[in-house]
């Protein structure tokens, strides 16, 4: 077990805040202890800012991706998905996984877009998904993976994909048990966020106990996906410390040990190759 274990934020956006908040925002993270933050783009621009604050900011790693609204959206749809530009960027050390990827079939409140019931929209999201899982086999990455109201068609494309050869994680699990399970089987990390910290979430809260720590990793969305009762205006990756806190009660494990566990899973399923050199 490592000695300088520190708390890890697998899913953020950090392209969303101004420069200068992102420093304020980079030091709490520093002064909670967190050791490593992944910034995840949702199409080439965001990717490519994605690479840009982890080549300037050394507790940050990047992976580059196009979400799922971006990959239905046909005003926007680009045949190619800007997958060769991807490709090139995936190349850089900076360059952890391929995500955000994934598909969603909840309705968009915000853009208005209704999926649940379009099955072109769903079947382009999925077309989509397919080359860029086949993108993250090809370039050996592991992907970070959006799943929302799509578990089904998730797992039986990673199953058909043989996706296990680079495995990955769900970002802000919110499955059933069967599912949680399925994923786990096929080598593939669940990781829990702000959702869990709200007592009402029962269901989270029972699979959170019964999968094995080995299988779990952290997560903030920040600025997105307000923890409860947060005590920052935006949820920022410092935050990752209450979602911490809670995981340890649900395991009755102490704080420090579901740390070290997270800590290793992060390492086993990320390749930080100079990470000796990189601790901030
Ligand atoms: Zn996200």
């Given at each position: 077990m490592e000695a300088d274990a520190k708390l890890i934020d697998i899913h953020t956006h950090l392209e969303q805040y101004a420069a200068k908040e992102l420093e304020a925002v980079l030091n709490h993270a520093h002064d909670a202890d967190?050791?490593?933050?992944?910034?995840?783009?949702?199409?080439?621009?965001?990717?490519t800012?994605?690479?840009?604050?982890?080549?300037k900011h050394e507790q940050v790693l990047a992976s580059v991706g196009i979400h799922p609204w971006v990959t239905a959206d046909v005003r926007?749809?680009?045949?190619?998905?800007d997958l060769e530009e991807l490709r090139t960027l995936s190349h850089s050390r900076e360059v952890v996984a391929i995500g955000e990827i994934g598909l969603d079939f909840i309705d968009n409140v915000?853009?208005?877009v209704?999926?649940?019931?379009?099955?072109?929209?769903?079947?382009?999201?999925?077309?989509?998904?397919?080359?860029?899982?086949?993108?993250?086999?090809?370039?050996?990455?592991?992907?970070i993976i959006h799943a929302r109201g799509a578990y089904p068609a998730i797992i039986s494309i990673l199953q058909e994909q043989k996706a296990h050869r680079v495995g990955g994680v769900i970002h802000n699990f919110d499955g059933d048990e069967k599912q949680a399970h399925e994923l786990l089987d096929m080598g593939f990390y669940l990781s829990f966020g702000g959702s869990i910290t709200y007592p009402g979430a029962h269901t989270l809260h029972e699979i959170c106990r019964k999968i094995p720590l080995t299988g779990i990793l952290t997560e903030t969305d920040s600025p997105y996906m307000p923890l409860y009762q947060q005590s920052t205006e935006k949820n920022e990756p410092a935050n990752v410390v209450q979602v911490v806190k809670v995981i340890a009660e649900l395991k009755k494990t102490e704080q420090e040990r579901?740390?070290?566990?997270?800590?290793s899973n992060f390492r086993a399923l990320f390749t930080v190759p100079q990470v000796e050199e990189r601790i901030p």
């Open positions: 967190v050791g490593w933050i992944v910034t995840s783009g949702m199409d080439l621009v965001t990717s800012r994605a690479f840009e604050i982890a080549y926007l749809s680009k045949p190619d998905l915000s853009t208005g209704s999926y649940h019931d379009n099955s072109l929209l769903q079947e382009t999201q999925e077309q989509a998904f397919r080359k860029l899982v086949e993108l993250a086999c090809e370039s050996k990455l592991p992907m579901i740390k070290e566990i997270i800590h």
